[in-house]
Each structure stands twice: as C-alpha cells, then as structure tokens.
C-alpha cells in the first residue's frame, strides 16, 4: 500500500490534464467487498474514500490521531462509472474542490486501476469544520484554508 504524493506512486496518476491530486494510495479489491456480479460493492468506496481523507486532513491538523479530527461528513455521494473486479489494485486520490465555503469545503475524490487511466469511480464529501466542546459549526481555521486553497482543484474538470 502507498500513501503520500502522487509523484511517489508508479505510473501515470491522472485521466485529465489537471495537475497531479495532493495525496493518493493504493488499494487492494479483497474477496469481501465483492458483490453477487463479481464487482467491488458499491458502499466499500465509502470506506475507501473515509481512509483517503484521513490521509489528507490528519497531516493539515499535525496530528495522525482521527480522534482529533475537527470536522462533520454532511453529505457523501460517489458517481459508479466502471465494474471493479476481485484483486485489482485501485489508485485512490483526495483533493478538495475550489471555491471553499467559510465553514465547509468540498473533498473530491477518484479511483483507476493502476494499470489503466480510466476512472472507476468518482466522490465527493461536503466537510464542516466543527467544535465539538462547543457542539457548533465554526469557520475554516486561516491555517487549513491556505492549505486546502494550493491543493484545491476545479470540480467541473473532474464532472461535478
């Protein structure tokens, strides 16, 4: 399994000509995850797509810890655009999607097999930055924001 830039993993990392996604890895299709037509099931991107961004927003906090996670999944939706077959290795990235709201912000995500640009599937994530002490929605800390603005990418380039 590989997780960091994308420049690290092996191979072409992009369908379209946008620049590289901040943070990719790789995953193994295990016999569990496969439905009654011999395809990846459908809800097992979810959980791809939770490990993904851990990835990326735990090293924007300093922290490896989820516990410290400071943010609400509001809405998840992922758009299913190819079968995924037992034992193929897909390539998961993360990127957040431009323009940012004051307190939300939008985390696309996409997935291939390694050995080929077509893209299996497509996600997105609406994140709320939230203090849990005070049970509240709270603006994007000045910190992150800068980080999620440089890594940000269009989302209709990417057919949201």
């Known amino acids: 399994m590989t997780v960091g830039r994308p420049e690290d993993v092996p191979g072409p990392v992009t369908d379209s000509p946008s620049r590289p996604w901040p943070v990719s890895r790789r995953f193994y299709v295990p016999y569990h ?24 927003y735990l090293p924007l906090l300093g922290t490896t810890d989820p516990a410290r996670i400071d943010m609400i999944v509001a ?19 993360i990127a957040p999607a431009r323009p940012l709201g004051r ?37 994007i800390p000045p910190e992150r924001r800068a980080a999620l603005e440089r890594d940000g990418v269009d989302p209709a380039s990417e057919g949201w």
Request: proline letters at 2%.
């Open 103 to 139: 307190t939300s912000f939008t985390l696309l995500y996409r997935f291939r097999r390694t050995d080929s640009p077509v893209v299996t599937a497509r996600g997105r994530t609406v994140i709320v930055s939230f203090d849990y002490a005070k049970g509240v929605k709270r603006e």
């Open 33 to 56: 995850d496969i439905d009654v037509l011999n395809h990846l099931n459908h809800a097992a991107y979810f959980v791809l797509m939770e490990t993904l961004r851990c990835d990326y």
């Open 75 to 93: 809405e998840a939706t992922c758009r299913y655009l190819a079968p995924v077959e037992y034992g193929t290795e897909l390539l998961g990235e």
